[in-house]
């Protein structure tokens, strides 16, 4: 075995060459054999997909926030969503929190003069949202929500009447007596 002389580790250069696949031009746009390709470029994996609907992959996609709201004689539930959903999906799901509101959301005073209307009008702006987008077709193997009868269709909504005729006779006999 031979040792090396003192102090020529200190003059050793290693000659490389860089191997074909790391200069070629081809996939790195690099014209200069000698400039390196950063690492994380090798083998790059491509940008994930753009995210579709949550429930049916479909595309195009908008992000809202539908609200549905529970009135109680003394307090209130508010449940809210904020997903990814597609046209179909989207006013699906905007119908059915509607539709639950104003059947569930007038039953007490503050839900019914505050909250009830907040959730209305807020699903109202999602539902405007939705309807601006195109029609979709849900991913291979994935179905998007029926999106059923329109809100006024559905008996469930006509259950706001009664605390709304409530509150009105209670107002003209505060009013009048």
């Given amino acids: ?29 690099i014209a200069d054999a000698n400039t390196p390709i950063p690492w994380h470029s090798l083998g790059a994996v491509p940008a994930p997909p753009e995210p579709g609907c949550h429930v049916c992959q479909a595309h195009p996609a908008t992000r809202a926030e539908i609200r549905s709201h529970t009135g109680l004689v ?21 119908r059915t929190m509607t539709t639950r509101t104003l059947w569930q959301g007038c039953w007490g005073i503050l839900s019914l003069f505050f909250h009830t209307p907040a959730a209305l009008l807020h699903n109202r702006s999602a539902h405007r949202q939705f309807r601006a987008l195109p029609t979709s077709v849900p ?5 998007s ?14 259950v706001a009447l009664i605390p709304a005729a409530w509150a009105a006779a209670l107002i003209v006999h505060l009013v009048t007596g």
């Fill in 1 to 29: 075995m031979t040792t090396p002389s003192a102090g020529s580790d200190d003059d050793f250069v290693p000659q490389y060459t860089a191997p074909a696949w790391y200069t070629t031009q081809s996939w790195s746009g």
């Fill in 74 to 94: 003394l307090w209130g539930q508010t449940r809210t969503i904020t997903t990814l959903l597609c046209r179909q999906c989207g006013i699906s799901l905007v």
């Fill in 139 to 143: 991913a291979p193997g994935r179905t």
């Fill in 145 to 158: 929500l029926a999106p059923g009868k329109p809100v006024l269709l559905r008996p469930q909504a006509y």
